[in-house]
């Protein structure tokens, strides 16, 4: 099992970013993909999550209607679109993956129930 993300950078603030999360070596829609974020000296944190089997999706209240989560199940890959950014946004994002029902939702969505994680990709929001 592999989970590859892509796309962190530099970016301005408000500006956009969008990160991506390769799966290998597991049925892609058996699973929910989560996005989590861990900032210098702070806990890691949910982002967001998708279930690819029907796209049902969670926003954690800090990123909604400002993140977009998406998924291309003929590319095993999942998005993350990112707009409005501002420094309290700059993290390591990770993407992991999680076996459903449920894990796309409260009350389970969270770190501890994601099976498989990736290494990381850093997004710095500065000026």
């Known amino acids: 099992v592999q989970l590859v993300e892509s796309g962190g950078g530099l970016v301005q603030p408000g500006g956009s970013l969008t990160l991506s999360c390769a799966a290998s070596?597991?049925?892609?829609?058996?699973?929910?993909i989560g996005w989590f974020r861990q900032a210098p000296g702070k806990e890691r944190e949910r982002v967001t999550c998708?279930?690819?089997?029907?796209?049902?999706?969670f926003y954690e209240d800090s990123v909604k209607g400002r993140f977009t989560i998406s998924s291309d199940k003929s590319k095993n890959t999942v998005y993350l679109r990112m707009n409005r950014l501002s420094p309290e946004d700059t993290a390591v994002y990770y993407c992991?993956?999680?076996?459903?029902?449920?894990?796309?939702?409260?009350?389970?969505?969270?770190?501890?129930?994601?099976?498989?994680w990736g290494k990381g990709t850093l997004v710095t929001v500065s000026s």
């Open positions: 992991a993956a999680g076996v459903p029902p449920g894990v796309c939702a409260e009350p389970m969505f969270g770190a501890n129930a994601m099976s498989y």
């Open positions: 070596g597991f049925t892609f829609e058996d699973y929910a």
């Open positions: 998708i279930t690819p089997f029907d796209d049902t999706t």
